[in-house]
């Protein structure tokens, strides 16, 4: 079997990107590819796409599905890494409902030349055991293959599958990292779970990185802060706490969909701990989440995915921003405030964000819409 000696982790930002749909839940292949190199802003935007994640309903489509986006992502980065002056990485999302889907996701990754693969143990139904389908099941794939790729686990109390624990047991992710292609975890969840991974880090590790990705993007703003006034102090001294000194290897921003020159440059200033910086793309950013939520029944509510996609059409990057079937829609009323929202966001964004680091999109990018499945 291939060795993964020399694979490291990517660091930085990665964009779990949307599904395009049409109105009978069929890939568009051509604004399936225009999404893909809109994330990567020519080398300015996303470090990793991943595909058939959470944001791009891999719960709502079925495997074939699936297993396009991957390959149309992959293809994608394959192209951009020609040309960007950065490595580039596509990330298949390989969960599916069931076991025997899964491996048969892991398997057309593998064909497909994906550069890793992400899988969330807790959202398939008939797998009890996390830490022994990884070793046992996902390895078997690799034995037949001859080859590994790299494996990242993901960890979300969002889509968890009914009657499971809501987060992977500290003790199944120690044991799943001792494996050789288990290299990371993304986490969707609070500070305060974030931290019990990075503490316990440094014994997951066994010959190789074991990287640590914060799913909730918002978080790098408080993680990353520089201590200023004595507040300021007690946070930062309580998230070295948390984090045992360590921080995300990396950022999975849903937003980024809509924002991913804004999300790439906000990760860097974070990293560099850029105090001014850090406020402006903060603010920018979070008022993209506001633009996201609306009230129904006198309820606060976030349609996530719907909102993305209607980003992208404002923008010009699809034409299509139908939602996949079970995924909640914006009304026709929430449809136009969230444009008359978005539209302010761009303006903002391009008169207070520094030159540069304002997404762009060429039109180019994108030619006839074709149909899969």
Request: proline residues 5%; glycine residues 8%.
């Amino acid at each position: 079997m291939d060795s993964l000696d020399e694979y490291i982790p990517r660091p930085g930002l990665a964009v779990p990107i949307v599904t395009i749909l049409d109105a009978r839940g069929r890939i568009l292949e051509d604004q399936q590819r225009a999404v893909v190199r809109y994330a990567l802003q020519d080398g300015a935007g996303a470090d990793i796409i991943f595909a058939a994640g959470t944001t791009g309903e891999w719960d709502r489509i079925d495997n074939p599905r699936r297993q396009a986006v991957a390959r149309i992502a992959v293809e994608e980065c394959r192209r951009a890494r020609a040309s960007a002056a950065k490595k580039i990485e596509a990330w298949a999302g390989i969960t599916a409902h069931t076991r025997s889907d899964t491996l048969d996701n892991l398997s057309h990754a593998l064909h497909a030349g994906a550069d890793a693969v992400v899988v969330a143990p807790l959202s398939i139904k008939d797998v009890e055991h996390p830490a022994e389908f990884v070793e046992r099941d996902i390895g078997a794939v690799f034995d037949r293959a001859g080859r590994m790729l790299p494996l990242f686990l993901y960890d979300n109390a969002g889509i968890a599958a009914p009657g499971k624990s809501p987060h992977l047991h500290t003790r199944d992710v120690k044991a799943m990292s001792r494996l050789p292609y288990v290299r990371g975890i993304k986490v969707t969840a609070s500070k305060t779970v974030i931290g019990n991974y990075t503490r316990a880090a440094s014994h997951f590790k066994a010959g190789h990185e074991f990287a640590i990705y914060a799913g909730n993007p918002y978080l790098i703003f408080d993680l990353f802060a520089p201590p200023e006034g004595v507040g300021d102090r007690m946070r930062h001294y309580w998230n070295r706490y948390l984090t045992q000194r360590t921080r995300p290897y990396g950022v999975v921003a849903g937003a980024a969909n809509a924002m991913p020159r804004e999300w790439q440059r906000a990760w860097q200033v974070c990293r560099s701990g850029d105090v001014e910086l850090m406020r402006l793309y903060s603010d920018v950013l979070d008022e993209f989440r506001i633009a996201c939520t609306f009230k129904r029944d006198a309820k606060a509510w976030r349609p996530t995915i719907a909102s993305l996609k209607a980003s992208l059409k404002e923008i010009g990057v699809i034409e299509s921003d139908a939602v996949g079937a079970g995924t909640p829609p914006l009304s026709d009323s929430e449809r136009r405030e969230f444009s008359a929202r978005f539209a302010a966001i761009r303006a903002r964004a391009a008169e207070m964000l520094e030159r540069g680091w304002v997404s762009e999109y060429d039109s180019g990018n994108r030619a006839g819409a074709k149909k899969i499945g």
